[in-house]
C-alpha cells in the first residue's frame, strides 16, 4: 500500500557528489518524516539523515555533518539527499524511508516503509 523509491545512485570518486531523489506513495490522513539509511557490505544499516513533514528540521548521523544535505520537495512526498565531499567509507546501498509519523526518534523502528535501494559507489 505504501510505497518507496529512490534514484541517483552511481559511482563517483572521492570528493565527488551526488544528489538521490525519493518519493513516496500511499494515501494517508497523517503527516509523516522521511529519511535516509544506508548499509554497506559487511556492516550494519545505519542512519543517515531525516526531515520532518513540514522540512523545517533535518537530523543528521555524525560522519555525514556537513556534507549531506537532505530537504523536503513539495509536494511533501519527496525528498531529497545532496552528498558532497563524498568519502569511500560512503560507499552503501541508500535506501528512502518513510516514517509512520512526524517527530519521532528516527531510528529503523520507526519506519513504515522501505525502498528497494540504490547503489552509491565512491571509487579510489
Known amino acids: 500500500q505504501v510505497q518507496v523509491e529512490e534514484s541517483g545512485g552511481g559511482v563517483v570518486p572521492p570528493g565527488g557528489s551526488l544528489r538521490l531523489s525519493c518519493t513516496t506513495s500511499g494515501r494517508t490522513f497523517s503527516f509523516y518524516a522521511m529519511g535516509w539509511f544506508r548499509q554497506a557490505p559487511g556492516k550494519e544499516r545505519e542512519f543517515v539523515a531525516a526531515v520532518n513533514w513540514s522540512g523545517g528540521r533535518t537530523t543528521y548521523e555524525d560522519s555525514v555533518k556537513g556534507r549531506f544535505t537532505i530537504s523536503r520537495g513539495n509536494p511533501k512526498n519527496t525528498v531529497y539527499l545532496q552528498m558532497n565531499s563524498l568519502k569511500p567509507e560512503d560507499t552503501a546501498v541508500y535506501y528512502c524511508?518513510?516514517?509512520?509519523?512526524?517527530?519521532?526518534?528516527?531510528?529503523?523502528?520507526?519506519?513504515?516503509?522501505w525502498g528497494q535501494g540504490t547503489q552509491v559507489t565512491v571509487s579510489s
Open positions: 524511508v518513510r516514517y509512520n509519523s512526524d517527530g519521532y526518534e528516527y531510528s529503523g523502528d520507526n519506519v513504515r516503509s
